[in-house]
Nanobody, 127 residues
């Protein structure tokens, strides 16, 4: 089974930027659905961004216009470019993948129905 390793987390001031990377242990075909989720202390996990069937993308309302998800199949890597970061973006960020690619990006954000999950990378945004 493919394994996912996230990197790129860290501490940044509000208004700053970070780019998260998620590298897969084996080839992730362009047909894979992938996404980013986050979980802040004391809160439930929430979907942030996803790439679904036919390459569709979707974002949580809270990050639209600030975050961009992209995938580089040749490098087996998924990215999350995060700009204009806010303190409320502070969380552990998790990468996820689903070779079945069952549905749209929006569905994956709502359902979180990915088969494979990474260990997470911590993002801390200070005011």
């Amino acid at each position: 089974q493919v394994q996912l390793v996230e990197s790129g987390g860290g501490s940044v001031q509000a208004g700053g930027s970070l780019r998260l990377s998620c590298t897969a242990s084996e080839y992730t075909r362009s047909s894979y659905c992938m996404g980013w989720f986050r979980q802040a202390p004391g809160k439930e996990r929430e979907g942030v961004a996803a790439i679904g069937r036919a390459g569709s993308t979707a974002y949580a309302d809270s990050v639209k216009g600030r975050f961009t998800i992209s995938k580089e199949n040749a490098k087996n890597t998924l990215y999350l470019q995060m700009n204009s970061l806010k303190p409320e973006d502070t969380a552990m960020y998790y990468c996820a993948a689903d070779p079945r690619c069952l549905s749209s990006a929006g569905w994956y954000i709502r359902s979180g129905s990915f088969e494979v999950w990474g260990q997470g990378t911590l993002v801390t945004v200070s005011s």
